[in-house]
């Protein structure tokens, strides 16, 4: 490891402190006093005793895999902190975490692994308590970390992880719509993988969503060209092809996809999107034929069903139209379960495919991590 790699953590920590104000919510006339807290979180009943101690405690839980410990004390920590009277707290809690990090980098980058997927899972959890200054907090430490990582990514192995690291941070800021973050982190994580999925996908996702459907397209081929498993990259492909005015290649796509195997709310919406793609070039026979082959495989489908009373209205018949009416009553509006609703969401299941690769590699690292706090340049870590 060179002089130069060590000072780089240093730098990067003064570039995330001043990007972290205004998510910690302090302001520029009250900008915290360095040295404030001096390895203590003062006033009483929210001391924390020493911080360094502290996040060193955690990482020795997560070395021994104890990984709900090391959480249990790294969230315990953070939220302390962050509830402290000090303006101060937090960033100076992470010169601190920093400080503690720089000592274990002799022992090589790759110790940092766990340390990163600790932070995230950190970062989640402190989400859904509604602890937004600290899940922040533990969310810039994976990014920090995970850039450092990412400079010593050299081979092909490493280089993938530090695709599957910036695609997961990618997905955590897009669940705080924090899209242009979210969008400069997929491109990150496409850097070093261009075949990263999760990272085709969300960057897809996020220009399909800001109605810039041809800029989506070449991520698209890309994903079901590397991932041709992807049958949600198949759908949002044949859309966004419809959307840049690509009809003919759209039906092919979607009667591709209806061939397939697939998830049935991906299904459903690809009847629902071709027969209105029929409707549109006033093709009625084809688009009945295709919303009769859905209510086979979807009886109860109200909109498919709402599609066909329209098929037929145009068409001058209502000779479906009293069994339409029972069928209408019998049919399941779907609610957050809706193929358009899910279709709305961003995809999930390439980050998790991610997130669990993340897990894996951090824990054939542990014995690193363990061997680094047990070097006894660590005081207090045995």
């Not at 402190?17 to 807290?37: H, K, N, R, Y």
């Not at 509006?333 to 993340?358: E, H, T």
Request: net charge positive; charged share 20%.
């Amino acid at each position: 490891m060179t002089s130069k790699t060590r000072c780089a953590l240093t730098g990067k920590l003064a570039l995330l402190m001043i990007w972290a104000l205004p998510v910690l919510g302090t302001e520029s006339s009250d900008l915290p006093v360095p040295g404030q807290l001096e390895g203590t979180v003062a006033n009483g009943s929210n001391a924390v005793g020493d911080l360094p101690q502290s996040y060193r405690q955690a990482l020795a839980k997560l070395a021994s895999n104890d990984f709900h410990g090391a959480l249990t004390t790294l969230i315990d920590l953070e939220s302390r902190v962050a509830a402290s009277p000090s303006s101060a707290g937090l960033i100076e809690l992470r010169e601190l975490e920093t400080k503690v990090i720089d000592e274990l980098l002799p022992a090589g980058t790759r110790l940092l692994l766990p340390v990163i997927v600790l932070h995230q899972e950190a970062y989640r959890q402190l989400r859904e308590r509604g602890l937004d200054a600290s899940a922040s907090h533990s969310r810039s430490m994976a990014l920090m970390l995970s850039d450092l990582y990412a400079e010593q990514a050299y081979e092909g192995a490493a280089k993938r992880v530090s695709g599957d690291l910036f695609a997961s941070l990618g997905g955590l800021f897009r669940e705080t719509s924090s899209g242009p973050m979210s969008l400069r982190l997929y491109r990150r994580s496409l850097e070093f993988d261009h075949t990263n999925e999760a990272a085709l996908l969300g960057t897809a996702v996020a220009y399909e969503q800001r109605g810039k459907y041809s800029t989506a397209l070449p991520f698209l081929f890309r994903c079901v060209g590397n991932h041709p498993e992807n049958t949600e990259a198949q759908l949002r492909l044949a859309i966004n092809l419809d959307r840049s005015g690509q009809h003919t290649e759209a039906i092919r796509a979607l009667e591709g996809l209806l061939l397939r195997r697939a998830p049935d709310w991906q299904l459903s919406l690809a009847y629902q999107e071709l027969a209105r793609m029929f409707l549109a070039r006033g093709d009625l026979v084809a688009a009945g034929a295709t919303v009769h082959r859905g209510l086979k495989r979807f009886p109860r489908s109200s909109t498919l069903l709402i599609t066909l009373a329209h098929v037929n209205n145009l068409r001058g018949s209502d000779k479906e139209g009293p069994e339409m009416v029972q069928a209408l009553r019998q049919s399941v509006v779907a609610g957050d379960n809706s193929p358009r609703y899910l279709y709305g969401q961003d995809p999930r299941q390439p980050l998790k495919k991610v997130d669990l690769r993340l897990r894996l590699s951090a824990a054939r690292h542990l014995s690193t991590l363990g061997q680094a706090l047990s070097s006894g340049r660590l005081s207090g870590i045995k």
